[in-house]
T-cell receptor
Framework: EAGVTQFPSHSVIEKGQTVTLRCDPISGHDNLYWYRRVMGKEIKFLLH????????ESGMPNNRFLAERTGGTYSTLKVQPAELEDSGVYFCASSQVRGLTGELFFGEGSRLTVL | AQSVTQPDIHITVSEGASLELRCNYS??????LFWYVQSPGQGLQLLLK??????LVQGIKGFEAEFKRSQSSFNLRKPSVHWSDAAEYFC??????????????FGTGTRLTIIP
């Protein structure tokens, strides 16, 4: 069974450009989460989808970030325009059940470098 | 608001020695507690979790953790480390079955180096 896959693994862009990160959750997992780790700091929650609906987007830093999950399958996270402080590793995770009793499966992350 | 503190940024341990990674949390109710590990080039993998019941929980790869409510701690232990345990370890807390709040709050991580 395929795990959570993320693309690209590493993206280098200049300030002001746009980047789109993609996450393919494990098949059948309705819950999809985005997290971010800025260099040397803690991993922070960004948002949570249940199928195609945004359940919780309280962690989204500002309106330069747009997350979508059309059809309830894969998700994209777009940063437009990118700023230097957006650099970090963006993790996607998925789970089959609501709440935290079900295991959360993480992808390897997409490293974003903004120059 | 919930928070997690991992006071040790980097720990170096000899292969075969015992290990304890510290984790302190702040949360108003009974927390759900987790330890994750990230090996180089991999995603985060769940080592173990605590929801309720026995405060000593066993996980994968020979790890265990003990929940101590009085100390707000959830330290991770292993009696004898292997070179393959070199990785970064993250402690996390969550609000449990609150379907309105399913996010995890992570600590800053502890990087473990194993020396021969």
């Amino acid at each position: 069974e395929a795990g959570v896959t993320q693309f690209p693994s590493h993206s280098v862009i200049e300030k002001g450009q746009t980047v789109t990160l993609r996450c393919d959750p494990i098949s059948g997992h309705d819950n999809l989460y985005w997290y971010r780790r800025v260099m040397g700091k803690e991993i922070k929650f960004l948002l949570h989808f249940v199928k195609e609906s945004k359940q919780d987007e309280s962690g989204m830093p500002n309106n330069r970030f747009l997350a979508e999950r059309t059809g309830g399958t894969y998700s994209t996270l777009k940063v437009q325009p990118a700023e230097l402080e957006d650099s970090g590793v963006y993790f996607c995770a998925s789970s089959q059940v609501r709440g935290l009793t079900g295991e959360l499966f993480f992808g390897e992350g997409s490293r974003l470098t903004v120059l | 608001a919930q928070s997690v503190t991992q006071p040790d940024i980097h720990i170096t341990v000899s292969e075969g020695a015992s290990l304890e990674l510290r984790c302190n949390y702040s949360y108003g109710a009974t927390p759900y507690l987790f330890w994750y590990v990230q090996s180089p080039g991999q995603g985060l993998q769940l080592l173990l979790k605590y929801f309720s019941g026995d405060t000593l929980v066993q996980g994968i790869k020979g790890f265990e953790a003990e929940f101590k409510r009085s100390q707000s701690s959830f330290n991770l232990r292993k009696p004898s480390v292997h070179w393959s345990d070199a990785a970064e370890y993250f402690c996390a807390v969550g609000a449990g079955t609150n379907f309105g709040n399913e996010k995890l709050t992570f600590g800053t991580g502890t990087r473990l180096t194993i020396i021969p």
